[in-house]
């Protein structure tokens, strides 16, 4: 130990100044190699979506039409991306596939019908409850059930996040009925946005998106809290041996991914029907949105948002009078065999 700072001296843990060197080089090769990698898997995705829009364009002749799609897929893929990104950060420190993530959205959603219609809230500042509240829960529901369930079997954790979302779309179903409900947005109106036609609202949504989604980037990036969840999800044990608490983590990872479905929930409450299994189609487009951008990738969340966003409106134009969904998941099963890791994942 060196006298004066209480800390292995260089000649004791046999470290030299050229070792220090060669691990800064190290590291600055790595993050130069990352980036490069990005940026080529950039270009390679610019590229679908050039040709992409080329075949739209042919088959349907005008490009009014295919203005409109990309402009409604853009809009729509942006709320894909927030509700993936919860998903995917749960996956990438907890280990857990959450198959409750659109049972959460569907509680959101009647959170916000409630405080519009009964409290007279307007639709998006609701977003100032939701959030905290479904924050809330999900941090009670990882400490209440899935903390038991962290390191047992695959199919442990698979069966009590389906066994939450029953819970939850059932007592949905009893306090609220079966009814279709909506929530109207007053002043909603059409914009002209690139040549095409979106309702303010699917613009605001998309809007409210981005912004909550830089939020979460920011988060992570630039906060203790997110350096501590990135050092969970990278090492559990190292992160447990420098003090981190990861079992305060993982609940506050599952709280902010939940908090992320609620926030859409709220966002689309005036886009789409809310019943006790509107959640359900979002469940499965996050999980596809989380395959393509890569499993615990956020950045490859909402990318891969936008580009199921566009996929499901040109479907459309592909293969007029098919489900929209038809073509993503043919998207789907191509990068599971190309690419299974997805586009901006690591190879394990």
């Given at each position: 130990m060196s006298p004066t700072s209480g800390q292995p001296s260089r000649a004791s843990s046999g470290a030299s100044p050229d070792d220090d060197v060669a691990a800064h080089d190290h590291e600055v090769i790595s993050r130069g190699t990352t980036r490069r990698r990005y940026v080529q898997r950039g270009v390679i995705v610019l590229i679908l979506i050039v040709a992409a829009l080329a075949l739209a364009y042919m088959r349907s002749g005008s490009a009014v039409v295919v203005t409109q799609a990309v402009v409604t897929g853009i809009l729509t893929g942006g709320v894909y991306g927030l509700v993936a990104m919860g998903l995917t950060l749960i996956f990438g420190v907890l280990d857990i596939v959450n198959f409750a993530h659109g049972a959460f959205l569907a509680l959101a959603l009647f959170v916000t019908f409630w405080l519009v219609n009964t409290v007279g809230i307007h639709p998006y500042v609701a977003l100032a409850i939701t959030i905290p509240v479904m924050f809330g829960i999900g941090f009670m529901v990882q400490r209440g059930v899935l903390a038991r369930a962290i390191g047992k079997p695959l199919e442990n954790q698979l069966l009590i996040t389906l066994g939450i979302s029953l819970v939850i779309e059932n007592t949905l179903l009893l306090f609220f009925g079966g009814d279709p409900r909506s929530v109207a947005l007053h002043g909603d109106h059409a914009l002209h946005v690139f040549g095409a036609v979106a309702?303010?609202?699917?613009?605001?949504?998309?809007?409210?998106?981005?912004?909550?989604?830089?939020?979460?980037?920011?988060?992570?990036?630039?906060?203790?809290?997110?350096?501590?969840?990135?050092?969970?999800?990278?090492?559990?044990?190292?992160?447990?041996?420098?003090?981190?608490?990861?079992?305060?983590?993982?609940?506050?990872?599952?709280?902010?991914?939940?908090?992320?479905?609620?926030?859409?929930?709220?966002?689309?409450?005036?886009?789409?029907?809310?019943?006790?299994?509107?959640?359900?189609?979002?469940?499965?487009?996050?999980?596809?949105?989380?395959?393509?951008?890569?499993?615990?990738?956020?950045?490859?969340?909402?990318?891969?948002?936008?580009?199921?966003?566009?996929?499901?409106?040109?479907?459309?134009?592909?293969?007029?009078?098919?489900?929209?969904?038809?073509?993503?998941?043919?998207?789907f099963v191509l990068v599971l065999f190309l690419r299974p890791q997805g586009l901006f994942g690591r190879t394990s």
């Open positions: 309702d303010l609202s699917r613009v605001l949504a998309f809007a409210g998106a981005l912004l909550l989604a830089g939020v979460l980037y920011l988060l992570l990036q630039r906060t203790r809290l997110g350096t501590a969840i990135r050092a969970v999800a990278t090492n559990d044990m190292g992160a447990q041996l420098v003090g981190i608490d990861t079992r305060l983590i993982y609940a506050l990872t599952f709280a902010i991914g939940t908090a992320c479905a609620g926030a859409a929930g709220t966002l689309v409450a005036p886009l789409v029907t809310i019943e006790p299994t509107s959640g359900d189609m979002f469940n499965i487009i996050a999980f596809v949105v989380v395959v393509l951008g890569g499993m615990g990738n956020v950045i490859g969340a909402l990318v891969g948002g936008l580009i199921i966003g566009v996929t499901e409106q040109l479907s459309g134009l592909y293969l007029p009078g098919q489900s929209p969904l038809l073509l993503v998941f043919i998207v």
